[in-house]
């Protein structure tokens, strides 16, 4: 392309030296006026074309340089019918403009492969500007927040005040915990700072640690209970024992021997001595057995699991309520659809459980203002073909603070 703008320079040139040649000959013989007339206009015109001849290769420069500059590749040179070459310059430009385009659509596409990934993501994400406008949020930080669009951190006053003043405090590296009451959460929150195009950035990730917590404090509930019953039992066998090894040897004695230190004891004294045993007796046996429900609450059975027939099932549970149904004058409603409806379960402990939610019907309706106290007992398909078991009162439902502990 040099070589080749070179001798089209140099070309124009010596035409345009001839010229001048032949005009300043004609103009010393003061001959061919009209001739030399058109001797100017044609060196204005070769001037004027070396000009645009030059400029024309610079303007085609400086349109491929400002296409670079603005990322604009969408440009395209022709490439034949301009010399050898020119055509071969404008064909490198082409190829670049090529690679350009192809190197965006490359990026573009690893972007929109990070931004799925971000957005299928379990944990919430946040990016924002120190001002708190927020540039990414993924949509497990939207499920978590409770929101469908965000524009700022500020924004998230409406949901929890202290969950926003506390994002745009965090710094590079710092950890939060938020409790948010409202929606029983409790958010773990990590901060990270990156600069971008000289522009700084905050990335928090956000995590419900919630159920984490609980199984926690659930698990140090179980320890607790586990030391505690092994030290009461520890206690209470030897107590439980020699109180039923007292009451035996007392019961044992004739009655001319009932003799403490050679002093008699009176009918009267005995039969308190022994009642007061027999107490202790009990209550001790009463502790022990309470202990033990409450260690056997640590230690989940395994269930033994056979079929189950939901109609012989319901019977059963409603022979076993019948008297405390009757006692608090509760309606006892049970239906099976269909009649042959059967699961697989443990039958003593779905026993226990739907006699446990009986029971907790027939106190809630103690509190009832309805004339009629109803408990209904129904087995059924659901719509993903699983057995529904649905125990129901028309009692005052269950207060929101026990909700969120069942």
Same mark, same amino acid.
């Given at each position: 392309?040099? $070589? &080749?703008?070179?001798?089209?320079?140099?070309?124009?040139?010596?035409? /345009?030296?001839?010229?001048?040649?032949?005009?300043?000959?004609?103009?010393?013989?003061?001959?061919?006026?009209?001739?030399?007339?058109?001797?100017?206009?044609?060196?204005?015109?070769?001037?004027?074309?070396?000009?645009?001849?030059?400029?024309?290769?610079?303007?085609?420069? %400086?349109?491929?340089?400002?296409?670079?500059?603005?990322?604009?590749?969408?440009?395209?040179?022709?490439?034949?019918?301009?010399?050898?070459?020119?055509?071969? /310059?404008?064909?490198?430009?082409?190829?670049?403009?090529?690679?350009?385009?192809?190197?965006?659509?490359?990026?573009?596409?690893?972007?929109?492969?990070?931004?799925? *990934?971000?957005?299928?993501? =379990?944990?919430?994400?946040?990016?924002?500007? =120190?001002?708190?406008?927020?540039?990414?949020? +993924?949509?497990?930080?939207?499920?978590?927040?409770?929101?469908?669009?965000?524009?700022?951190?500020?924004?998230?006053?409406?949901?929890?005040?202290?969950?926003?003043?506390?994002?745009?405090?965090? $710094? %590079?590296?710092?950890?939060?915990?938020?409790?948010?009451?409202?929606?029983?959460?409790?958010?773990?929150?990590?901060?990270?700072?990156?600069?971008?195009?000289?522009?700084?950035?905050?990335?928090?990730?956000?995590?419900?640690?919630?159920?984490?917590?609980?199984?926690?404090?659930?698990?140090?509930?179980?320890?607790?209970?586990?030391?505690?019953?092994?030290?009461?039992?520890?206690?209470?066998?030897?107590?439980?024992?020699?109180?039923?090894?007292?009451?035996?040897?007392? &019961?044992?004695?004739?009655?001319?021997?009932?003799? %403490?230190?050679?002093?008699?004891?009176?009918?009267?004294?005995? &039969?308190?001595?022994?009642?007061?045993?027999?107490?202790?007796?009990?209550?001790?046996?009463?502790?022990?057995?309470?202990?033990?429900? !409450?260690? +056997?609450?640590?230690? *989940?059975? $395994?269930?033994?699991?056979?079929?189950?027939?939901?109609?012989?099932?319901?019977?059963?549970?409603?022979?076993?309520?019948?008297? $405390?149904?009757?006692?608090?004058? *509760?309606?006892?409603?049970?239906?099976?659809?269909?009649?042959?409806?059967?699961?697989?379960?443990?039958?003593?402990?779905?026993?226990?459980?739907?006699? +446990?939610?009986?029971? %907790?019907?027939?106190?809630?309706?103690?509190?009832?203002? &309805?004339?009629?106290?109803?408990? !209904?007992?129904?087995?059924?398909?659901?719509?993903?073909?699983?057995?529904?078991?649905?125990?129901?009162?028309?009692?005052?439902?269950?207060?929101?603070?026990?909700?969120?502990?069942?």
């Amino acid at each position: 392309m040099i $070589k &080749n703008f070179r001798f089209l320079v140099v070309l124009r040139v010596l035409i /345009l030296v001839f010229t001048l040649v032949f005009l300043f000959y004609y103009l010393l013989k003061g001959k061919w006026i009209g001739l030399i007339l058109v001797g100017v206009l044609v060196i204005i015109y070769e001037v004027y074309s070396l000009i645009r001849y030059v400029e024309g290769i610079a303007q085609q420069l %400086n349109m491929f340089l400002s296409s670079i500059k603005y990322d604009d590749f969408s440009s395209t040179y022709p490439d034949k019918g301009y010399g050898k070459h020119l055509d071969e /310059l404008y064909s490198t430009f082409n190829e670049i403009m090529e690679k350009f385009r192809k190197g965006r659509a490359d990026k573009e596409e690893h972007y929109r492969y990070l931004l799925t *990934v971000v957005q299928h993501i =379990g944990i919430g994400l946040l990016v924002f500007h =120190g001002d708190g406008k927020i540039e990414l949020i +993924n949509g497990a930080a939207k499920r978590m927040l409770q929101v469908n669009v965000l524009h700022s951190v500020q924004g998230l006053g409406l949901f929890s005040e202290n969950l926003a003043n506390t994002l745009l405090s965090m $710094k %590079n590296g710092e950890r939060a915990l938020v409790k948010i009451e409202s929606q029983d959460m409790e958010l773990a929150l990590h901060a990270a700072e990156f600069l971008l195009q000289g522009r700084k950035y905050t990335l928090v990730s956000l995590q419900n640690i919630q159920s984490e917590l609980q199984d926690k404090e659930l698990e140090a509930w179980q320890k607790l209970i586990r030391v505690l019953t092994h030290e009461i039992m520890n206690s209470l066998t030897p107590i439980t024992s020699m109180t039923a090894t007292l009451t035996g040897m007392l &019961n044992s004695l004739p009655e001319r021997e009932r003799q %403490n230190s050679g002093r008699i004891i009176e009918e009267e004294n005995f &039969n308190d001595i022994m009642d007061a045993l027999k107490t202790i007796n009990k209550r001790s046996l009463g502790l022990i057995e309470f202990v033990n429900a !409450y260690r +056997n609450m640590t230690l *989940v059975p $395994k269930p033994n699991f056979s079929q189950v027939s939901l109609r012989e099932l319901f019977e059963r549970i409603e022979t076993f309520m019948k008297s $405390k149904l009757e006692e608090n004058n *509760v309606v006892f409603d049970r239906k099976v659809n269909p009649e042959t409806l059967s699961f697989t379960a443990d039958p003593v402990l779905i026993e226990q459980v739907l006699i +446990n939610l009986i029971l %907790n019907s027939i106190e809630a309706l103690k509190d009832s203002e &309805n004339q009629t106290r109803s408990i !209904y007992l129904h087995g059924e398909w659901d719509e993903m073909g699983k057995v529904v078991i649905k125990v129901i009162d028309n009692g005052p439902g269950i207060i929101p603070e026990a909700i969120k502990k069942i």
